[in-house]
């Protein structure tokens, strides 16, 4: 690649990720390293780690998408331990308990993460009821593949490998690999 393309692409990357984090709202705490666009949106706040890296410039979705972090509400609390790789649009929603990512923690392209459902099912009560709430944590050292969903109430255990595509609800022991939709137990790492 010629000198002049590796410059403009540089700067375009480095523009892009300044803009998002300028029209942030939500409060972080700690430093992130943003290869790709990273928005912080909401009243609640992002916990992170160190040495925390968000997106991947040889991957999917790099040049068209960002990272979406969103605390929700002023209590809601996203959390991202030391050491964490998530590649490119990555959304994490937190409206209640809260999402916490352990260390060392990678996370795939297209990854979604929510502790809440939203809304009730009940066609009646879908505006202005009360949707089902329940904290999200995902143990250390675990690989989370390509497009996976982890649902309100979910829990990963340590060095366990969730397949890309899995659709987790759900308590997970440590060192399994999970996949499926709805996720289960496939074998033991």
Request: glycine residues 12%; positive net charge; hydrophobic residues 45%.
């Given at each position: 690649?010629?000198?002049?393309?590796?410059?403009?692409?540089?700067?375009?990357?480095?523009?892009?990720?300044?803009?998002?984090?300028?029209?942030?709202?939500?409060?972080?705490?700690?430093?992130?390293?943003?290869?790709?666009?990273?928005?912080?949106?909401?009243?609640?706040?992002?916990?992170?780690?160190?040495?925390?890296?968000?997106?991947f410039v040889e991957d999917?979705?790099?040049?068209?998408?960002?990272?979406?972090?969103?605390?929700?509400?002023?209590?809601?609390?996203?959390?991202?331990?030391?050491?964490?790789?998530?590649?490119?649009?990555?959304?994490?929603?937190?409206?209640?308990?809260?999402?916490e990512i352990g260390e060392?923690?990678?996370?795939?392209?297209?990854?979604?993460?929510?502790?809440?459902?939203?809304?009730?099912?009940?066609?009646?009560?879908?505006?202005?009821?009360?949707?089902?709430?329940?904290?999200?944590?995902?143990?250390?050292?675990?690989?989370?593949?390509?497009?996976?969903?982890?649902?309100?109430?979910?829990?990963?255990?340590?060095?366990?490998?969730?397949?890309?595509?899995?659709v987790v609800c759900g308590?997970?022991?440590?060192?399994?690999?999970?996949?499926?939709?709805?996720?289960?137990?496939?074998?033991?790492?």
């Amino acid at each position: 690649m010629r000198l002049s393309s590796r410059i403009v692409r540089k700067l375009v990357r480095t523009l892009r990720s300044l803009f998002y984090r300028m029209i942030s709202t939500a409060k972080v705490e700690g430093k992130f390293r943003a290869v790709s666009p990273v928005l912080c949106e909401g009243r609640g706040k992002v916990c992170v780690g160190e040495k925390v890296v968000l997106g991947f410039v040889e991957d999917a979705d790099f040049w068209t998408t960002y990272s979406f972090l969103n605390p929700r509400t002023e209590g809601a609390v996203i959390s991202i331990g030391s050491g964490t790789q998530i590649c490119n649009h990555f959304t994490a929603v937190a409206e209640g308990p809260g999402i916490e990512i352990g260390e060392n923690v990678l996370i795939g392209t297209g990854v979604t993460i929510l502790d809440s459902d939203f809304h009730e099912i009940a066609p009646s009560m879908r505006v202005g009821g009360t949707p089902k709430m329940g904290h999200v944590s995902i143990a250390n050292n675990v690989w989370i593949g390509e497009r996976a969903v982890i649902l309100k109430g979910s829990k990963i255990g340590e060095n366990s490998v969730v397949a890309a595509g899995a659709v987790v609800c759900g308590e997970f022991p440590a060192n399994v690999v999970i996949g499926g939709v709805p996720a289960k137990v496939i074998r033991a790492v």
